[in-house]
């Protein structure tokens, strides 16, 4: 009895299992938020010392043209124009593909044709982006090449790489927000006689509308930091395209290119530096729009 | 509220003292305090939303870290409602079956034994008196005696929960709180968990919640009326059911309600 | 009527871009493996690889990639199964949980190149390790870690909060109930996340050009020494893998047998990435069945 009464008033080997499951979960959790913090830092610092140490000006670098340096010409707008290019192109060709293949999945096909679907999705999903600029390659500027003259290398070509990439981000995103849209709206419409394409075109659509623009949001924000497949294809040179089919760079080929050719603290790797942080503050970017999205879909 | 509470000779098993729970700004139970009488069944009955779950929770410290529970909960001489009283100890003593069977992923043997396990019990040997002595306790050994090692998830509903009613009492508890523990099941299940609740009285004090009226009259020995979040009414479960003392009691089991 | 025929219309346009998706998915696959695999042999997956030269093989990416590989679940898996356990049983609602949220949301938007990048100014660079496994393993970890965090905090959410009811009841701590109840009951979602994860590592480059490296120095297979700069278990070594083997033959452009070793490496890489793919998609349900009956 008093035994009873004893352990009722002590810890026992639960609380300190508790005590120490606690404080493992809150250490990886920590590491995970320094780590965090530190790659903003170290990337922030990194990416300023052209500003602060080398005397360029911020304006010079966001909006000069001439990219070169090693004779202190460091405008990056050669390569934003030809990121956002890509991304945008990118985007573009992707979302009525992915709106096409998630309206199949979720209202032509929800069974047997959205399970398949789904594979294939996932398969695209897992597929290397080396792999994808090894195709490009060897598949996409030659076709651009004969179609278009010039060297087949440029904006046009990457974003027909990119649009492969990003389709599967933007479909998988676009079929939650189909799903998300209660089917009494899908019912209601019927009931009126509206077709199945009117109803999907001015209820189901138009309801998932901030949905699908976070989908695409997210499918711009991995086309914007995709690497070495938009490397492979895309030319590299760092100057304003004329052109879609002309050779140009952007920020992340740029990057790729150049940071083992270049020395630690010198201009030239500092500016690279800068490129990241351009790069990582898109990223932060694009994370804002997609919540600015979701509040705005919320009060609506 | 005093006067509600039958002065019995009987041996008491826990009790509160005006218990009050509390669900951020709103609060759920309000001054309750009760006394359960040693290997009685006592059932808790009540509309749905009365409280009397929540105050059930309450017992073995289920709400410890969500719900604020205030006032005095004294079992053996304690008040366990204090944060330096061990609440894994008092789960130990005070053992709970929920409203749906929740088995675990496990085999049916592990079931039992993974807990018991935790509690340093490791010899093989007594470990396999202790399923085998828990199943038949809840009258579910003769059914799954044979595939000990089947996955607890094959199980039928009903069987499901006498298997947690059996891995509670594997625990050796002192007090089993019973959250509407049929009201997943059918009739056939029901009354097998039922026969198996009569059975147990011998050796265990048993607290139901139950929204089924004549399960209350069936199995209890005392029952208790709870409306709004207060203590109604407390009364042997005969007296309380013929003779109801309170108006309101006397609404609530002849279905004129509200 | 027009109504009638803007939906057939509209219905014909969406068959044909499904269509076109999954002609270029087969697409994709199909040229891989039928530019690829004819070029693969025996003697291509067990000959190094030649800078100059043609009829270079992979040996030593092939085993860099795995190894890597390893070394990165090694060290992701423990950090994402504390971090998701802390997100789905321990995170209190609060400002502080939503900072952490959004943390790993930021971490998972950033460019691989970023991460690769990072990883090599304070690894490489500062802590002076060096174009190495083990550095390019922790930037794989930084670009795996929010992704598998996530998936360990879905599946341990998606468990029923009636487990974890059951366990408290019983007595156990909240560590036992989610070490001993929740996490055995999550493990095949789990480990088909892990499956999936293993394959992003596995054809990953971007971040490990600057990490683990662009070249695969001669390896003795034979020295067990991990501290041998010939060793190929050396953590310390630059180590090139089958997806910056792709890229760097590309970009240099030196071998005159671009195509074959090219072609040859990507097979291999999607014949794993498929493999890692199909596994986990049966792996899950077949775990679930055993783990569920003992013995």
């Given at each position: 009895m008093d035994e009873i009464k004893d352990r009722l008033l002590k810890p026992s080997k639960a609380t300190k299992q508790d005590q120490r499951g606690r404080m493992i979960s809150y250490l990886s959790i920590g590491l995970i938020a320094i780590l965090v913090i530190s790659i903003l830092y170290f990337i922030a610092t990194r990416g300023l010392s052209m500003f602060f140490n080398d005397g360029i000006k911020v304006s010079d670098f966001l909006f000069k043209t001439d990219w070169n340096p090693g004779k202190k010409l460091v405008g990056a707008l050669p390569m934003i124009v030809t990121s956002f290019g890509v991304t945008l192109l990118a985007a573009l060709i992707a979302t009525p593909f992915a709106i096409a293949v998630a309206l199949f999945m979720t209202e032509f096909a929800p069974k047997r044709g959205a399970r398949f679907l789904q594979v294939v999705i996932e398969l695209l999903v897992g597929?290397?982006?080396?792999?994808?600029?090894?195709?490009?390659?060897?598949?996409?500027?030659?076709?651009?090449?004969?179609?278009?003259?010039?060297?087949?290398?440029?904006?046009?070509?990457?974003?027909?790489?990119?649009?492969?990439?990003?389709?599967?981000?933007?479909?998988?995103?676009?079929?939650?927000?189909?799903?998300?849209?209660?089917?009494?709206?899908?019912?209601?419409?019927?009931?009126?006689?509206?077709?199945?394409?009117?109803?999907?075109?001015?209820?189901?659509?138009?309801?998932?509308?901030?949905?699908?623009?976070?989908?695409?949001?997210?499918g711009m924000a991995r086309a914007f930091g995709e690497a070495l497949a938009v490397q492979m294809v895309i030319g590299n040179a760092a100057m304003l395209p004329h052109n879609l089919v002309s050779p140009s760079a952007t920020l992340t080929s740029q990057l790729t290119m150049g940071i083992g050719n270049t020395i630690m603290g010198t201009l030239p790797n500092n500016a690279l530096w800068s490129l990241a942080l351009l790069l990582l503050i898109m990223a932060l970017v694009f994370n804002i729009l997609v919540k600015l999205i979701a509040r705005k879909g919320r009060i609506k | 509220m005093e006067n509600y509470i039958a002065k019995t000779n009987l041996e008491l098993a826990i009790e509160t003292k005006n218990l009050e729970v509390i669900y951020g700004d709103h609060q759920v139970v309000f001054d309750s305090s009760l006394e359960f009488p040693r290997h009685k069944i006592t059932a808790i009955i009540g509309a749905s939303g009365s409280g009397k779950s929540t105050y059930l929770r309450s017992l073995n410290r289920m709400h410890d870290k969500t719900v604020t529970v205030n006032g005095q909960i004294v079992y053996r001489g304690v008040d366990i409602n204090q944060p330096s009283v061990n609440a894994y100890e008092v789960r130990k003593q005070i053992g709970m079956v929920f409203q749906r069977p929740n088995p675990f992923a496990k085999s049916i043997r592990n079931n039992l034994v993974f807990p018991l396990k935790e509690n340093g019990i490791t010899d093989k040997r007594v470990l396999d008196e202790r399923v085998e002595e828990s199943l038949k306790e809840a009258a579910l050994w003769d059914e799954v005696k044979d595939d000990l090692n089947k996955s607890a998830l094959e199980l039928s509903g009903g069987q499901q929960q006498r298997l947690c009613i059996a891995r509670a009492l594997a625990?050796?508890?002192?007090?089993?709180?019973?959250?509407?523990?049929?009201?997943?099941?059918?009739?056939?299940?029901?009354?097998?968990?039922?026969?198996?609740?009569?059975?147990?009285?011998?050796?265990?004090?048993?607290?139901?919640?139950?929204?089924?009226?004549?399960?209350?009259?069936?199995?209890?020995?005392?029952?208790?009326?709870?409306?709004?979040?207060?203590?109604?009414?407390?009364?042997?479960?005969?007296?309380?059911?013929?003779?109801?003392?309170?108006?309101?009691?006397?609404?609530?089991?002849?279905?004129?309600?509200? | 009527m027009n109504a009638k025929r803007n939906d057939h219309l509209a219905t014909g346009i969406i068959y044909a871009l499904v269509g076109i998706?999954?002609?270029?998915?087969?697409?994709?696959?199909?040229?891989?493996?039928?530019?690829?695999?004819?070029?693969?042999?025996?003697?291509?997956?067990?000959?190094?690889?030649?800078?100059?030269?043609?009829?270079?093989?992979?040996?030593?990416?092939?085993?860099?990639?795995?190894?890597?590989?390893?070394?990165?679940?090694?060290?992701?898996?423990?950090?994402?199964?504390?971090?998701?356990?802390?997100?789905?049983?321990?995170?209190?609602?609060?400002?502080?949980?939503?900072?952490?949220r959004t943390a790993i949301e930021v971490l998972s938007s950033l460019p691989s190149v970023v991460v690769g990048l990072f990883a090599y100014l304070v690894f490489v660079i500062q802590f002076q390790i060096g174009f190495s496994i083990l550095a390019g393993a922790i930037a794989l970890t930084f670009f795996n870690l929010p992704l598998l965090t996530r998936n360990i905090e879905t599946s341990l959410s998606s468990v029923p909060n009636l487990q974890r009811e059951a366990g408290i009841a019983l007595g156990l701590s909240s560590w036992k109930t989610i070490t001993g109840i929740i996490l055995p009951a999550a493990v095949p979602g789990i480990l088909t996340g892990v499956i999936l994860s293993a394959g992003r590592v596995f054809g990953e480059a971007a971040a490990l050009i600057y990490t683990a490296g662009q070249s695969a120095p001669a390896l003795n297979y034979a020295n067990w020494n991990i501290?041998?700069?010939?060793?190929?278990?050396?953590?310390?070594?630059?180590?090139?893998?089958?997806?910056?083997?792709?890229?760097?033959?590309?970009?240099?452009?030196?071998?005159?047998?671009?195509?074959?070793?090219?072609?040859?490496?990507?097979?291999?890489?999607?014949?794993?990435?498929?493999?890692?793919?199909?596994?986990a998609r049966y792996v899950g349900n077949r775990l679930y069945r055993r783990l569920t009956s003992s013995k």
């Open positions: 597929i290397p982006s080396v792999i994808y600029g090894l195709i490009g390659l060897a598949v996409v500027v030659p076709a651009m090449r004969i179609m278009y003259g010039g060297t087949g290398f440029g904006i046009l070509a990457g974003a027909v790489v990119l649009f492969v990439m990003v389709l599967p981000t933007i479909t998988s995103l676009t079929v939650d927000a189909l799903k998300a849209v209660p089917s009494h709206y899908r019912q209601a419409s019927l009931a009126l006689g509206a077709t199945r394409w009117q109803t999907i075109y001015k209820v189901i659509l138009r309801a998932a509308t901030p949905g699908i623009l976070t989908a695409v949001v997210f | 625990l050796r508890p002192d007090i089993l709180l019973m959250d509407e523990p049929a009201s997943a099941l059918d009739p056939i299940s029901t009354e097998k968990v039922e026969a198996t609740m009569r059975k147990l009285r011998r050796n265990y004090t048993i607290i139901i919640v139950t929204h089924n009226m004549q399960q209350a009259s069936r199995v209890s020995d005392f029952t208790t009326f709870f409306h709004q979040g207060r203590v109604v009414e407390f009364a042997p479960t005969q007296e309380l059911f013929q003779t109801p003392r309170v108006k309101m009691t006397e609404d609530y089991i002849s279905g004129n309600f509200g | 998706v999954v002609i270029i998915l087969f697409g994709l696959i199909g040229y891989i493996l039928v530019s690829g695999v004819p070029h693969l042999s025996w003697h291509f997956l067990t000959s190094p690889s030649k800078s100059f030269a043609a009829g270079g093989g992979i040996r030593d990416q092939l085993f860099n990639s795995v190894y890597l590989l390893v070394l990165t679940l090694l060290i992701s898996f423990p950090l994402a199964l504390g971090a998701g356990i802390y997100l789905s049983e321990y995170a209190p609602d609060n400002w502080l949980t939503s900072l952490m501290f041998d700069t010939n060793s190929f278990l050396n953590p310390f070594r630059p180590a090139e893998t089958l997806a910056v083997h792709i890229w760097k033959v590309n970009a240099e452009g030196i071998v005159p047998d671009i195509d074959v070793v090219s072609n040859g490496t990507a097979a291999v890489l999607i014949i794993v990435i498929l493999a890692f793919n199909l596994s």
